[in-house]
């Protein structure tokens, strides 16, 4: 009788961490799903920043390319080219 008794909580307690187990399991997937999903948005969000900064650098070396032949003109404007 004893022994079975020790049996049948063994069999509880396998039961008992077996629904933890799957808790757990499912916890961890939506983490999972949850934590992908973030990274898309990031990954978007890294695209954009980078073509922002694409275009400010052309923008930058526009202005600095301007500026060069602005003063080029001025310095040979200066001896009367």
Not at 17 to 37: V, W
Request: glycine share 0%; proline share 0%.
């Amino acid at each position: 009788m004893e022994k079975s008794l020790i049996i049948n909580e063994q069999q509880e307690q396998f039961q008992i961490n077996d629904r933890e187990i799957i808790r757990e399991a499912k916890h961890l997937r939506q983490h999972k799903t949850k934590l992908e999903q973030r990274m898309k948005i990031l990954e978007e969000h890294n695209k954009q920043l980078e073509k922002q900064l694409k275009r400010s650098k052309q923008l930058l070396f526009k202005e600095v390319k301007d500026d060069f032949f602005f003063l080029i003109f001025k310095f040979l404007h200066s001896f009367n080219f």
